[in-house]
DNA sequence: CACACGTCCTGGTAGC
DNA sequence: TGCTACCAGGACGTGT
């Protein structure tokens, strides 16, 4: 599933491929994967046609390709993509458009003047591609991780801070984070609180952390969200350092290269298996709908649990 | 039929 | 009372 380190390596792969091209047009396939674009279909291909990529930015799991605003150099609009749990973005030379047959699970292709394009392929749907406008960030730094400029799709506004942007303001999420009322893991898939985290990240961040997901987030001591938040970004660091992870070939980065993290997961879809650190059988719980992967003796389950 | 799950949306609560 | 922030859970969508 594509969580911060999988958006990261696809938003270093449109840096390196796609900056300095030119939209020629745009074919929508499935229209729902563009539902968030207000102006519907045919308003994103217009807003888009003509326009330049100039930088390729990310926050949290959210990504943009800022637009050129012709006669100015003051950028207004972006190309913001959301992957979802399977989306994919995918640079296609004109060589390979011209012999391959379409990927089956294409929903949009952004047409180059080159000859080339950049496909937006997603299975399970829950991603989604809009143009949107461009609008300051509330406390003035850099919008994302990617550009200087202190702009932020609409749409993601809310979002906050990631763990690996130089301009999150640690002790007021440590601050945040104890004041909520809800359980650890709750709060570290909140985006709002601290965004880039998913399922399988904060299961393994949490285990590194030697931390129950059900810990109440009011009564953890200040060291325990230190370890809570190391653990997530040291994990999310490591698997950036090896492309991203992947399970079922449902993720792939903008070459359509595997990442192969998912040798190294200790506890993520691990159930029945030792753990690596101890030897006791990984548990999987229900949690919110979706799983939870612990070792039971390195992360025992409180008291006070709280979900 | 259960399961994979990130985000949006709705209806609710707590606290000032 | 009204406001704000926060909280919980269902819905969405496709394919194995």
Redesign the pocket.
Same mark, same amino acid.
């Given at each position: 599933?594509?969580?911060l380190p999988e958006v990261e390596t696809v938003r270093d792969g449109l840096a390196r491929h796609v900056l300095g091209r030119t939209v020629a047009g745009v074919d929508v396939h @499935?229209d729902?994967s563009v $539902?968030?674009h207000t102006g519907g279909p045919l308003d994103l291909a217009g807003r888009l046609a003509g326009r330049r990529f100039e930088a390729a930015v990310r926050r949290?799991?959210?990504l943009w390709v800022v637009l050129d605003a012709p006669g100015t150099d003051h950028p207004d609009a972006a190309l913001l993509a959301?992957l979802?749990?399977s989306g994919q973005l995918l640079v296609r030379s004109a060589a390979e458009l011209e012999q391959g047959a379409a990927h089956?699970?294409l929903r949009v292709r952004v047409r180059l003047s080159d000859g080339g394009a950049l496909d937006f392929v997603d299975?399970?749907?829950?991603g989604h591609l809009s143009v949107t406008d461009l609008v300051p960030t509330a406390d003035g730094a850099p919008g994302g991780l990617g550009s200087d400029l202190p702009l932020l799709p609409e749409?993601a506004v809310?979002?906050a801070r990631d763990l690996l942007d130089p301009a999150l303001d640690r002790e007021d999420l440590v601050r @945040?984070l104890r004041?909520? $009322?809800?359980?650890l893991k709750?709060?570290l898939?909140?985006?709002?609180?601290v965004?880039g985290i998913?399922?399988?990240y904060?299961d393994e961040g949490l285990w590194r952390a030697r931390l129950h997901y059900a810990r109440p987030?009011?009564t953890l001591r200040r060291p325990e969200v230190e370890r809570a938040l190391d653990g997530a970004a040291e994990v999310m660091r490591a698997a950036l350092a090896q492309g991203g992870t992947s399970f079922?070939a449902l993720y792939v980065n903008v070459n359509g290269q595997s990442g192969y993290f998912d040798r190294s997961l200790a506890v993520?879809?691990q159930v029945g298996r030792p753990c690596p650190r101890c030897g006791a059988l990984v548990r999987?719980d229900?949690f919110?709908?979706?799983?939870s992967f612990t070792c039971p003796v390195c992360q025992p389950r409180p008291r006070n649990a709280?979900?």
């Open positions: 599933m594509p969580e @499935r729902y $539902r968030r949290g799991k959210f959301h979802g749990m089956p699970h299975q399970r749907t829950f749409p809310h979002i @945040r004041a909520r $009322r809800t359980g709750r709060a898939l909140d985006q709002t609180l965004s998913g399922n399988i904060a987030t009011d079922d993520y879809g999987r229900e919110m709908n979706r799983s709280r979900f």
